[in-house]
């Protein structure tokens, strides 16, 4: 059966099915696909039409894309115009998809096919894939990178139904993501962002590429804060035994036997578990502390370049707001802010004491802080708990020592003792909310606020030795728990809390901490050793 079609000057030849050697070079000369199944054709010049395309109509009535006029056929691009005004649609092409996006005359409803998100005015579709979009989604990047996921690029896709997710929340707002529409995703990782969220969060992130593109990410993660002295081997595993830390100048021991009220220099906490310790000085550090980095990208902070670990002085902790804190931390280099070890390592989807299950950082959530009842407008939440926990809630010492109990107090996540009379704080003797989170010694039946009892000098060790310019003697942090008769050297007042003081015999010498504070420049803490960090 032959055909004569008005796209070829030769008539066309029907074919039930195509050979082998003809599958692989014919593509269908009306709509570019690989032909498949039934086709006309000319051998002469290598001419195919599929089927469809070879009974596509020579006129189409009124269509969305221009409903005032008919479609004619044509056998060249543009395949349609209107024969009236010989008018055809505006066309982009961006990187986001592979096809060019046609200007949608009528203006009418949709849903972008890109962001997921409603449109009303005019907008672009593809012919060829049947998607329609925002104008401004055609410049979407194919490929985006967030701090909170910086070790997978996240690419966009329009239609994430085709991958196998077990979520479809997003991981930077608390809402769900449509699987029939776009968005950016990391399928590695079950990983998915609202299209505008992954724009949004890409945007303000300050990543340098020269530098990543420096960087031996492997030998980045593989830089150790310790070398190792002497190991064993467990199993499969190879434990080390003893460590040199850049933070201390005594080797240091492995030891999983806790015993006493000992407090990590890295973190500041309680030790509950392994850890390494001094043999000779009170330095103590978790086994997890030990072993944090060097150098960390710190994922909530605009500039994504690494940060360096420190040890060597008492900083403010941007995150958690702890005035005064003489553990480990991160910096950068050019940057004044520095972060505590634990907010510094804290992912964005954190865990809880609080709370059952893991929580999600979020930039946009309206909620009741459940530590402290403060009103959140952001911060670390569980949605399908309606659950939100601020960072400095979040990052409270699970116990902590406190002058006004001779025990250790616990931190204690709600109170089943709902009776009035038990409901106050033994520290401000204020009611106290039995719902919101509180400090409690068992043995003693003492309850406290938070904020009551984690003042700003919880995370200074005493016991620590530092050079003060303004005196020739090392200053020694003291703790003290009730006034102490002697008078500061600066205020002349009996010195109360955090103080340091002088060891030296016949040298009577002591500061509060308060004084001190806006000459904490001036103090080098001593006995700890600086290493080359290149």
């Known amino acids: 059966m032959e055909l004569q079609h008005f796209s070829h000057i030769h008539p066309l030849v029907f074919k039930e099915k195509l050979s082998n050697k003809e599958e692989k070079v014919a593509n269908c000369s009306g709509c570019g696909q690989a032909v498949s199944g039934s086709s006309f054709s000319c051998m002469a ?43 055809t649609s505006p066309t982009i092409k961006g990187e986001i998809h592979e096809h060019v996006f046609t200007l949608f005359w009528r203006q009418v409803p949709f849903t972008c096919d890109a962001c997921g998100t409603k449109g009303d005015f005019l907008s672009y579709g593809c012919y060829t894939c049947g998607l329609i979009v ?38 930077i707002c608390p809402n769900e993501v449509n699987a029939q529409h776009g968005g950016y995703c990391c399928s590695d990782c079950n990983y998915i962002v609202h299209t505008n969220c992954g724009k949004e969060d890409s945007s ?80 103590f550090l978790h ?35 702890h005035q005064f804190n003489s553990g480990f931390g991160y910096e950068y280099k050019n940057d004044d802010g520095s972060f505590c070890l634990r907010c510094a390592l804290t992912s964005d989807v954190p865990t809880c004491g609080g709370h059952e299950h893991r929580l999600t950082f979020y930039d946009k959530y309206e909620g009741q802080c459940s530590g402290c009842g403060d009103k959140r407008s952001y911060g670390n939440a569980c949605k399908d708990c309606n659950f939100i926990v601020d960072d400095e809630c ?91 008769p002697d008078q500061c050297h600066r205020c002349d007042k009996p010195c109360l809390d955090a103080a340091l003081e002088c060891k030296e015999e016949g040298c009577n010498y002591i500061l509060h901490w308060g004084c001190v504070d806006e000459a904490s420049y001036d103090l080098e803490r001593l006995n700890y050793n600086i290493a080359d960090e290149d």
């Open 45 to 87: 010049c290598g001419f195919y039409l599929d089927k469809t395309c070879t009974e596509a109509p020579s006129e189409l009535g009124a269509h969305p894309f221009h409903p005032i006029h008919n479609l004619n056929l044509l056998e060249r691009r543009p395949y349609t115009s209107c024969y009236f005004c010989n008018k």
């Open 134 to 171: 925002h104008e401004k989604c055609i410049s979407l990047p194919c490929v985006i990178k967030i701090g909170r996921h910086r070790h997978h690029s996240l690419s966009h896709t329009f239609i994430l139904g085709q991958h196998e997710f077990t979520t479809w929340e997003c991981k």
């Open 204 to 283: 303000w992130y300050i990543f340098d590429e020269k530098e990543e593109s420096d960087i031996d990410l492997e030998q980045f993660n593989m830089k150790s804060s310790f070398s190792i002295i002497r190991e064993t081997k467990l199993g499969e595993d190879v434990i080390a035994t003893e460590i040199k830390h850049l933070s201390h100048q005594h080797n240091l021991v492995l030891s999983d036997n806790v015993k006493g009220e000992n407090f990590c220099d890295g973190c500041m906490l309680f030790i509950s578990s392994a850890f390494y310790y001094c043999s000779t000085c009170n330095f």
């Open 287 to 321: 086994k997890s502390c030990a072993e944090s980095p060097r150098k960390v990208y710190v994922w909530f902070m605009q500039n994504q370049s690494p940060y360096s670990l420190i040890f060597d002085r008492i900083f403010f902790c941007c995150i958690c707001n």
């Open 394 to 484: 979040l990052m409270l010492p699970n116990i902590i020592r406190h002058k006004c109990d001779e025990h250790l107090l616990k931190l204690t996540y709600g109170d089943q003792n709902v009776y009035s009379e038990h409901n106050y704080c033994d520290i401000c003797e204020e009611i106290r909310n039995p719902e919101l989170w509180f400090y409690n010694c068992a043995i003693c039946d003492t309850s406290c606020h938070p904020k009551c009892v984690v003042g700003k000098y919880s995370f200074l060790k005493p016991g620590v030795s530092y050079k003060y310019k303004h005196h020739p003697h090392p200053l020694t942090l003291t703790q003290k728990l009730y006034d102490y």
